[in-house]
């Protein structure tokens, strides 16, 4: 999916006007809704400045950026998977992703994902991350479980994503890391990129996306911590990229140096809470999952050994 730019003038008649609104009817066939989610995404910018406003009023003569995807070729179909609802009213979902999932369509994952399961089991979806990513408002790697948020309308797609630009949704997660960790807890900020020698993979690098994380230590092992993370920023594989450069990578994260001494095949990492404002009600809610089977199976193991 190619990502170019679009880049506007500002006449001088359409001084003060909204970004949201100039830059909506400027492109034409792209709608208000996703523009400001564009906006929301940090896709947008004035004169070179990042603009996270769509209220902010645009001069004449300023040069107007806006980063878009062209339209995707595929489209996504229903299909009769078995899905684990924990919530659902007629604006959002929650929902608990099992490990082995893939989030959206993608070349090589065409059927069996989230959104294909999403459209068998949900009246409603969000149109606008296109037909690929309905209603998807932020992503879980394949082999991470937990919760995911689902929007049912384009309305509640805004709230939802301005609550996770604005820091006020609250992702939390559990990983079982190599090693015991020195400090019981702290807070990591190094900023994130492609791997310049393996664009597949994530890495720190100097002038990438400012990325943010906090731990805690749950539970030491001696050889293993199991480490609670909360997310101040939502970056492709943040939490595996910071494990590894604390030099405590995930176990079973073969992408990132995890080891995998319990043939688990999979990153240890679970999504077991989400808090985020109620679009529908403005009721401040929190969900919980527990951590799933293969990864208590590791942890008794573990402890087991540990303390026998």
């Not at 906006?39 to 040069?63: F, W």
């Not at 993608?106 to 089991?121: D, M, Y």
């Not at 993979?201 to 539970?219: I, L, N, P, S």
């Amino acid at each position: 999916m190619a990502l170019h730019t679009c880049i506007f003038k500002v006449p001088e008649e359409r001084n003060g006007s909204r970004i949201d609104v100039f830059l909506s009817e400027a492109l034409g066939e792209c709608t208000r809704s996703r523009v400001r989610l564009s906006v929301i995404a940090g896709a947008v910018r004035c004169d070179g400045e990042t603009i996270l406003k769509c209220g902010y009023h645009v001069k004449s003569g300023s040069l107007l950026e806006i980063d878009i995807r062209d339209a995707e070729p595929l489209t996504a179909e229903a299909e009769d998977i078995p899905l684990n609802i924990v919530y659902q009213d007629k604006d959002m979902a929650v929902i608990n992703k099992p490990a082995g999932m893939v989030t959206h369509p993608a070349p090589g994952s065409e059927k069996g994902t989230l959104v294909n399961a999403l459209l068998f089991h949900l009246k409603d979806l969000s149109g606008i991350n296109g037909v690929l990513r309905p209603g998807i408002v932020h992503r879980l790697d394949k082999n991470t479980s937990g919760l995911i948020m689902v929007a049912k309308n384009d309305t509640a797609h805004l709230d939802l994503s301005r609550q996770i630009a604005e820091k006020s949704a609250k992702r939390y997660y559990i990983a079982l890391v190599d090693g015991n960790l020195k400090e019981d807890g702290g807070v990591i900020e190094a900023p994130l990129g492609r791997n310049p020698s393996d664009r597949k993979k994530m890495a720190v690098v100097e002038g990438g996306d400012a990325a943010k994380t906090m731990y805690k230590v749950v539970e030491r092992f001696g050889k293993y911590t199991l480490v609670a993370f909360e997310l101040f920023t939502g970056r492709t594989h943040q939490i595996r990229v910071h494990s590894r450069y604390i030099h405590h990578p995930i176990v079973g994260d073969s992408t990132y140096g995890g080891s995998d001494e319990f043939g688990v095949g999979r990153q240890l990492l679970h999504a077991y809470r989400l808090t985020v404002t109620l679009p529908s009600t403005g009721e401040r809610k929190s969900f919980y999952s527990p951590i799933p089977e293969d990864f208590r199976d590791v942890l008794k193991k573990i402890r087991a050994r540990t303390f026998s």
